[in-house]
């Protein structure tokens, strides 16, 4: 059974970098049938996709944040990270780590983190 | 990007209640849908996957159906821990934009 856990910052100031790390244990980030993705929702909101990475590094961003957005992947510790610049309170919000099995014709996040709350304040 | 529109935002149901959640597509996605149970502090949970097909360890009390624009969840008879939020999500192009929620109350 996969299991993925958020680390990082509870509280950024604006205008700095927001940088979170995911954990994967239970199994290999390693792996041809997975999408490695990053989801946020902000509070009292929905959910937003923000991108994900395969592990061979080749990441897709949702282009609302494309120009402030990098997903890196580290395969050797079974990471993933998410760094966001320039963020403002719009970035308040709790960030979930998810698996997206796209092993087939679809494609389903499977398992998901926890989430952390990242909090936009000075 | 592709917008989807959940139907109704919430609804105040009863335990044994038979409910449906509509799900709307902004343009054909084909069966690239689907829909996820988030309750608050909890991670959310595939329920329906490709419009129709149940996830593993799902109760059967969940069902999905649709293709191309229109989709449907329904819960046959509500049980207390399906009181949460139910959302859904299109995966035809990136990015895989989700619905609003709709938001299961006790009546």
């Known amino acids: 059974q996969v299991h993925l856990q958020e680390s990082g910052p509870g509280l950024v100031k604006p205008s700095q970098t927001l940088s979170l790390t995911c954990t994967v244990s239970?199994?290999?980030?390693?792996?041809?049938?997975?999408?490695w993705t990053w989801i946020r929702q902000p509070p009292g909101k929905g959910l937003e996709w923000i991108g994900h990475?395969?592990?061979?590094?080749?990441?897709s961003y949702n282009p609302s944040l494309s120009s402030r957005l990098t997903i890196s992947v580290d395969t050797s510790k079974d990471q993933f990270s998410l760094t966001l610049l320039s963020v403002t309170a719009a970035d308040t919000a709790v960030y979930y780590c998810?698996?997206?099995?796209?092993?087939?014709?679809?494609?389903?996040?499977?398992?998901w983190g926890q989430g952390t709350l990242v909090a936009v304040s000075s | 990007d592709i917008q989807m529109t959940q139907s109704p935002s919430s609804l105040y149901v009863s335990v044994g209640d038979r409910v449906t959640i509509t799900c709307r597509a902004s343009?054909?996605?084909?069966?690239?849908l689907n829909w996820y149970h988030h309750k608050v502090g909890k991670a959310p949970k595939v329920l329906i996957y490709?419009?129709?097909s149940l996830k593993s360890g799902v109760p059967s009390r969940f069902s999905g159906s649709g293709s191309g624009t229109d989709f449907n969840l329904t819960i046959s008879s509500l049980q207390p821990e399906d009181f949460a939020t139910y959302y859904c999500?299109?995966?035809?192009?990136?990015?895989?934009?989700f619905g609003q929620g709709t938001k299961l109350e006790i009546k």
């Open positions: 239970g199994g290999s980030i390693d792996s041809e049938d997975y999408y």
């Open positions: 998810a698996r997206a099995d796209s092993g087939n014709w679809y494609v389903t996040l499977d398992s």
């Open positions: 343009q054909i996605i084909g069966r690239n």
């Open positions: 990475i395969y592990y061979s590094g080749t990441a």
């Open positions: 490709a419009a129709s």
């Open positions: 999500q299109q995966t035809h192009r990136i990015p895989y934009t």
